[in-house]
C-alpha cells in the first residue's frame, strides 16, 4: 500500500476511534445523569431516612399492646385506703379472626349479650365490621364476669374473642371526702381532687407487648414477642384522718336535717400549728364509685323532668333540639355542682367570724388596748358612711370594752376599731392574712375570693368609711372557707400563717419516698403576745358571749360565730333573697390550740321557725364535731366526772324569766336571760339537746339572737 494511503487509513482510524471515545463518554455522561435521581432516592430511603422507613417496616409487621398500669393507691393518714385499682377486664371481638375460623356469630353474640348484659344485634354488628382489627363490646368487666367469659372460650374453642387486662378505681368509703378525693374518669386519669392534682404521681407507666403478624393481620406467635413492664402509680398518703373526716361530715348532715338547710354545708378541720387538713367536707356529696350520677334527689328530678319533655317531641324538631339541650345542660350543671369542693373553690361573706382578724390587727399594732371603750345605742352615724348603721340588739350593748366587744358580736364597736386602726393598716394586716392570695393548698380548683381594692379601704376622705367599717365585721366581700381557717389559725397559734396542705407524702411501688411535705410557715402576721391575748378573749366568747353553745364539758374551746346574707342572690323579682349563710369556727384547746373547726350552712329553712344565726345553728354543730373528736385525737378533759354528766335542755318557750330561771335550775343548769319582754322567745341551745350539767342556757325574751 502506498505510504500516504496507508497513512490516510491511520488517520481514519483515529478519527473514528476518537469519535467513539466521545460517544462513549457522552453515553456514561447521560446514563450517569439519567441515575443520578435513581441514585440519590436510594441514598434518602436507604441512608437519610432509614430509621424512618425501618419502624414503618417494623409497625408494619408488629401489633403493639398497651399494658394497663396500676393506679397507686390512696390512703388516709392512718394507711386506711381510700382510693385503689383492681383488676378488671376490657373484652374485644377479632372480626377477621371470627371470619376465618367460620365461628356461628349469631350464637356468639346472643351467649355474650346475656354474659355482658348488652343488645345481641349490637355485638352481632360490632363482629361482622371488617373495617378494624379489634371491636371493643365491653370495658372494665369484672373478674367473675370475665372468669365466665374465659370458660366459655375455651369450652366451645372459640377463636375471636379476647379479653384484655385493664384497671378500675375503687372508692371503699363511697361518698366520705369525695370533693377531696376526686375521682378517675374512662380513660383512667385523674379528675378532681387528690385524684387529679397528684395524677403525675397517680398514673404511673403502661407496658407494651410487641408481637409479629402475617397476613390479614394474624398473630405470628412463634415468629417474635417482647413485653415491656408497666411501672405501677406512685401511692399517697393524705393528712386526712377518715374518722375525724366522718364525725365532722355526721354532725354536718344532722344539722342539715335539724335545721332543714337548703343548699348544703361545708366544713373544716386543721391543725393550727402545721396547716394539717385532718377533715374536709362539702354536702351533699356524691360517689366517687359512680360520679356520673346525680346524687341530689330534687336536681335528678328536675333534670328527668327535662328529659321527659323532650322526647315527648319528634326528633327532627326544634323543641326537641332545644329540650335536649336543656337536658344536658342542666346535667352537666349538676355534676359540676355536687364536684366542687366549696372549701377552697366557693367564695362566701364570712359576717362576724372576720371580727377575730380585726380586733387581732388593732391590738397588734397598739390601736386599742383590752381597757378601750365603747359604747353601742343600737344604732349609730358613723362619720363618712351614708347609712346608719344598727347593732343587731335593738336596744343596744352600752357602755362595752374591747373583750365585750368581741363577747357581745358589736357591730357598731367593731365600726369604730376600724377607724382607730385605719385604713393604711387595716389592709396591710389583711394583706398579712392572706385574705387576698390564696393558701397554696395542693388541690386543683382553689379560689382566692374577692376583697376590696386598696383604694376604697384607704382613701377614705374620696369614698368614705363604708368599705373599711363594713369590712371590719366581714360584710361586702368574700373569701374563702380555707383562707379563714388558715388566718384564724395564725391568730391563736402565735401568730404564724401557715401553708395548708393534704398530702403528707408520696411513695414509689417500693414504699420509697420521693415527696414528703413538711409545714411551711409562711410569714409572722402578728406577735406571739397578742396570739395569746386573742386566745383568751376567744375562749371567752364561748364562755359568756355569743358562742356559749359551742362549749363542751371538759374542754376550752374558744371561736367565734357568723351570719352573713347572701346578697347576691336574687328572687324572681330581681331583689335579693336574704337567705344566709350561718357559720362557727371553733378553737381548741385554748390553753394550747392544736384544731380550728369551721362549720358554715347554707340557707337554713325560715320553716323552722328558729331565728337564723351562727349562734343558734353553726355552734353547737361545731360543739359537737368538737365532743367526737377531741377525745379521739388524745386531748384530755380537765372537768371533774360532776360536771360531765349531760342534761337535757328543757322547752323553755312562752315561760317568763322567773319560770325559766326555776326550771333550769330543777334540771342543774343556769340562765342567762337576754331582753326585756316578758315571755321567751329563743333559746341557745334548743329543747331537747344535751349539754354538760352546770351550763348556761341563753334565753331571749323579745330580742333578735346574736350573729
Known sequence: MPKKAKKRSYARIRADSGHHRRILII??????????????????????????????????????????????TIYDA?????????????????????????????????????????????????????????????????????????SYINTNHISGIHLEPSSKRSYPYGTLAAQVIGFTNASNTG???????????????????????????????????????????????LTLDTTVQACLEKQMQTAIERYDVQNGAFGIVMEVKTGKILAMATLGSYDPNNYLEIADPQALLEVEQLKT?????????????????????????????????????????????????????????????????FHCSGAEKIPGRSQLLHCWRS??????????????????????IALKLGGERFY????????????????????????????????????????????????????????????????????????????SEVLDHNDQTVLKQEPTV????????????????????????TAKNASVAGFSIGGKTGTSEKIDILDENGSPTLDKIVSFVGIAPMDDPQYIVLVALDTPSRE??????????????????????LPYLGVQRTASEDTNKDVTVPDLMGMSPEQVTKELKAVGLTAKCVGTGEAATQQIPQAGQSVPAGSEILVYFEEKDPT
Not at 394507711?79 to 365461628?103: C, F, G, R, W
Not at 408481637?211 to 417474635?224: A, H, Q, R, W
Not at 377552697?344 to 391590738?363: H, Q, R, W
Open 309 to 373: 319533655d323532650y322526647l315527648m317531641h319528634p326528633e327532627d324538631t326544634q323543641a326537641y333540639r332545644d329540650g335536649k339541650a336543656a337536658y344536658e345542660t342542666a346535667v352537666s350543671a349538676a355534676r359540676l355542682k355536687q364536684w366542687r369542693n366549696r372549701v377552697i373553690s366557693d367564695g362566701y361573706e364570712p359576717g362576724s367570724t372576720f371580727k377575730v382578724l380585726t380586733m387581732a390587727a388593732a391590738l397588734d399594732c397598739g390601736a386599742i388596748d383590752l381597757n378601750t371603750s
Open 608 to 629: 323552722t321557725g328558729l331565728y337564723i344565726s351562727g349562734g343558734m345553728m353553726a355552734a353547737p354543730t361545731v360543739g359537737a364535731v368538737m365532743a367526737d373528736i
Open 27 to 72: 453515553m456514561a455522561v447521560l446514563g450517569m445523569l439519567a441515575f443520578l435521581p435513581v441514585g440519590l432516592q436510594l441514598y434518602q430511603l436507604m441512608i437519610t431516612d432509614y430509621d424512618y422507613f425501618s419502624n414503618l417496616a417494623l409497625r408494619n409487621q408488629t401489633r403493639t399492646t398497651a399494658v394497663t398500669a396500676h393506679r397507686g
Open 191 to 237: 379528675s378532681e381532687g387528690v385524684e387529679a392534682a397528684y395524677n403525675s404521681y397517680l398514673e404511673g407507666k403502661a407496658g407494651k407487648v410487641i408481637t409479629t403478624k402475617g397476613n390479614n393481620e394474624m398473630d405470628m406467635p412463634f415468629s417474635y414477642e417482647n413485653y415491656v413492664q408497666a411501672i405501677p402509680g406512685c401511692s399517697v398518703v
Open 78 to 150: 392512718n394507711m386506711n385506703i381510700l382510693a385503689i385499682s383492681e383488676t378488671v377486664e376490657n373484652v374485644y371481638l377479632d372480626p377477621h379472626e371470627l371470619k376465618q375460623s367460620k365461628a356461628d356469630l349469631d350464637k356468639i353474640s346472643a351467649d355474650l349479650a346475656q354474659l355482658l348484659d348488652l343488645d345481641a344485634q349490637w355485638i352481632a354488628a360490632r363482629g361482622k365490621d371488617l373495617t378494624k382489627r379489634y371491636q371493643q363490646i365491653a370495658a372494665r368487666v369484672e373478674q367473675d364476669t370475665a372468669a365466665q367469659i374465659r
Open 522 to 545: 409562711t410569714r409572722q402576721v402578728i406577735s406571739p403576745e397578742t396570739s395569746k391575748t386573742m386566745c383568751g378573749l376567744l375562749e371567752s366568747v364561748v364562755a359568756v358571749g
Open 395 to 416: 336596744t343596744g350593748h352600752g357602755a362595752e370594752k374591747t373583750p365585750q366587744a368581741l363577747q357581745n358580736s358589736c357591730n357598731i364597736a367593731f365600726a369604730h
Open 428 to 503: 396591710d394586716y389583711i394583706s398579712r392574712f392572706g385574705i387576698r392570695e390564696k393558701t397554696g393548698i395542693d388541690l386543683a380548683g382553689e379560689s382566692k375570693g374577692v376583697f376590696f381594692s386598696k383604694e376604697l379601704i384607704v382613701d377614705t376622705e374620696k369614698w368614705g368609711t363604708a368599705s373599711l367599717t363594713s369590712g371590719s365585721f366581714g360584710q361586702t366581700f368574700k373569701l374563702t372557707p380555707l383562707q379563714l381557717v388558715r388566718a384564724i389559725s395564725a391568730v391563736v397559734n402565735g401568730g404564724n400563717l401557715m401553708e395548708p396542705y393534704i398530702v
